[in-house]
């Protein structure tokens, strides 16, 4: 569609409103504006790989009547293609991973039992996450504790069998399991203790907190709850009895004793798009999930709609030979120019990508 770098699309979510006894319209109160929230993809990222080819191997190794022309495809294009395919998943976990405000398990502890990835579910359904397809990216190391935690649960035995041989678990907690080597660590900030709401009644997206000295940080990732504000049902509104997980979704660094937080999801204690049971009270207590300076890593169960990425070939420049790939939703261009100067060649592979966190509440992080 010609996108470019800064190009932004917006993608509407459903607004959810009240909803009322009798037959009294809105109850006899004032109209209720229906608001729907948007989140915006912006074609953000823009990253390549390339190789230069000396004149010799640009007759010897890439003529295409050169039965070593296959060799130096797999040799050299190849290694460079996964490369740039591998910069681009850890971009994209990372980014995904930042959004998310619902995290269980314990920073520093591999998780060895199912129980901690059920958990991770329990949250996703009570945040209304359809059932399927989901999936759970997992470390090598929590690898490790799941197969032999659970080695006896799995059915039928080709699975055991896959288990056994090539520590495959397949699906379980409704979600395909796949191990990534790519997933993120979020580091806390040195300020994870004493902090607490500066000024009753906030809402939206910034909360300003207390207890700080200068140069206190927060960093982008770092979970967090509020004493008395609780998770609510998606759709009622009714509080439930799990506190509220918040997300920082920006790096602060306090100038004095107070600062503003930039938080996912937005504080609002009343519909429509009801997200907490309650305004934050004055001198509330917030509770972050690790401790200063701890680094963990960020295993990631998700739904399929939580997140969304769109992938954009830039153009073949003029005087280049190219031509643009598309594989599984990933669009990259591949260009071709040379040099007369010493009769060279340079291939570069680009791609332009941006990324949104769509329904970010349908996603659940699992620490390590």
């Known amino acids: 569609n010609g996108f470019k770098i800064g190009s932004t699309v917006n993608v509407n979510i459903p607004g959810v409103g009240s909803v009322f006894d009798g037959a009294t319209l809105w109850g006899g109160a004032a109209a209720e504006t229906f608001t729907e929230t948007q989140r915006s ?50 971009d994209l976990l990372l980014q995904a991973v930042r959004t998310v405000p619902f995290l269980v398990g314990t920073p520093g502890t591999v998780p060895s039992s199912f129980r901690t990835y059920n958990e991770a579910r329990a949250r996703m359904a009570n945040a209304l996450a359809p059932a399927d397809p989901r999936w759970v990216m997992y470390s090598p190391d929590a690898n490790v504790s799941l197969v032999d935690a659970g080695k006896g649960l799995f059915n039928p035995t080709a699975d055991l069998s896959k288990q056994f041989r090539d520590s495959y678990i397949g699906r379980a907690a409704n979600a395909e399991w796949i191990e990534a080597v790519n997933l993120p660590t979020i580091t806390n900030g040195n300020k994870v203790a004493g902090v607490t709401v500066s000024g009753a009644g906030q809402t939206g997206t910034g909360l300003l907190v207390a207890g700080l000295a200068a140069a206190d940080t927060f960093m982008v990732g770092q979970v967090f709850t509020v004493a008395g504000i609780f998770q609510v049902h998606p759709l009622t509104g009714t509080a439930t009895t799990v506190l509220q997980q918040f997300t920082l979704t920006a790096n602060t660094t306090s100038a004095g004793t107070t600062a503003t937080l930039s938080i996912f999801p937005a504080l609002n204690a009343v519909m429509p798009n009801k997200t907490t049971s309650a305004a934050p009270a004055a001198g509330a207590a917030l509770v972050f999930v690790g401790a200063a300076g701890q680094a963990s890593r960020q295993n990631l169960m998700w739904q399929r709609d939580a997140f969304t990425a769109a992938f954009v070939p830039p153009p073949i420049v003029a005087g280049a030979e190219g031509y643009n790939l598309s594989s599984n939703g990933l669009r990259l261009s591949v260009q071709t120019g040379g040099s007369i100067t010493d009769l060279s060649s340079t291939t570069r592979v680009d791609v332009l990508y941006g990324f949104a966190a769509i329904r970010p509440m349908h996603a659940c992080r699992v620490t390590e």
Do not use: G
Request: aromatic share 4%; glycine share 0%.
């Open 41 to 90: 993809l912006t074609i953000a990222s823009h990253k390549h790989t390339a190789i230069n080819v000396t004149a010799a191997e640009a007759v010897f190794r890439l003529d295409a009547s050169d039965p070593r022309r296959k060799d130096y495809r797999d040799r050299v294009l190849k290694p460079q293609l996964s490369s740039l395919c591998s910069a681009i998943e850890a």
